[in-house]
């Protein structure tokens, strides 16, 4: 597998995601490079200059949660695609680590990402092995949704 820039905007855009690279809202970068890594910012789940806000604390909140995962993990890849040097693809992922707001007692938190994994194994086109970390926490920034970074690995077209 290796994803270009160009693949990975043709699969965000054929889930109806942005492939845009999301305008850092501080002093930090949204990806960057080192030693074949990718390494991503923490991605808030926004689109179309609206954000999925608020703290999931029932069963009737999972799916919210799961659309505003699925928001985040394909800013990850527009991010991540927008590092790669030119003739250089994905080829993998190796972690993801995800933030849920949430109240005390939502215990789904892991039900939530499961939506950003499948975003990435779609638009990478093969079934992702990475290590995920899935925790809630209780004040995100903007109160979004869900955060989520990731750490890709790449390497340039032989």
Same mark, same amino acid.
């Given at each position: 597998?290796?994803?270009?820039?160009?693949?990975?905007?043709?699969?965000?855009? #054929?889930?109806?995601? *942005? &492939? =845009?690279?999301? /305008?850092? @809202?501080?002093?930090? !970068?949204? $990806?960057?490079?080192?030693?074949?890594?990718?390494?991503?910012?923490?991605?808030?789940?926004?689109?179309?200059?609206?954000?999925?806000?608020?703290?999931?604390?029932?069963?009737?909140?999972?799916? #919210?949660?799961?659309? *505003? &995962? =699925?928001?985040? /993990?394909? @800013?990850?890849?527009? !991010?991540? $695609?927008?590092?790669?040097?030119?003739?250089?693809?994905?080829?993998?992922?190796?972690?993801?680590?995800?933030?849920?707001?949430?109240?005390?007692?939502?215990?789904?938190?892991?039900?939530?990402?499961?939506?950003?994994?499948?975003?990435?194994?779609?638009?990478?086109?093969?079934?992702?092995?990475?290590?995920?970390?899935?925790?809630?926490?209780?004040?995100?920034?903007?109160?979004?949704?869900?955060?989520?970074?990731?750490?890709?690995?790449?390497?340039?077209?032989?």
């Amino acid at each position: 597998m290796m994803a270009t820039r160009e693949a990975i905007t043709r699969g965000l855009l #054929r889930l109806g995601l *942005a &492939a =845009e690279v999301p /305008a850092p @809202r501080g002093g930090y !970068a949204p $990806a960057l490079t080192g030693a074949g890594l990718i390494f991503t910012a923490g991605q808030l789940s926004r689109l179309d200059g609206g954000l999925i806000s608020g703290a999931l604390h029932g069963d009737h909140d999972i799916s #919210r949660g799961r659309q *505003a &995962a =699925e928001i985040c /993990a394909g @800013r990850c890849l527009a !991010a991540a $695609a927008s590092a790669l040097p030119d003739g250089a693809g994905i080829t993998g992922v190796l972690q993801m680590r995800g933030f849920v707001n949430s109240l005390p007692g939502f215990t789904a938190h892991s039900r939530v990402l499961d939506a950003a994994s499948v975003v990435l194994e779609a638009v990478l086109a093969e079934p992702c092995r990475f290590v995920r970390t899935a925790v809630g926490v209780p004040s995100p920034p903007d109160n979004g949704t869900c955060e989520v970074e990731c750490i890709f690995t790449f390497a340039i077209a032989p």
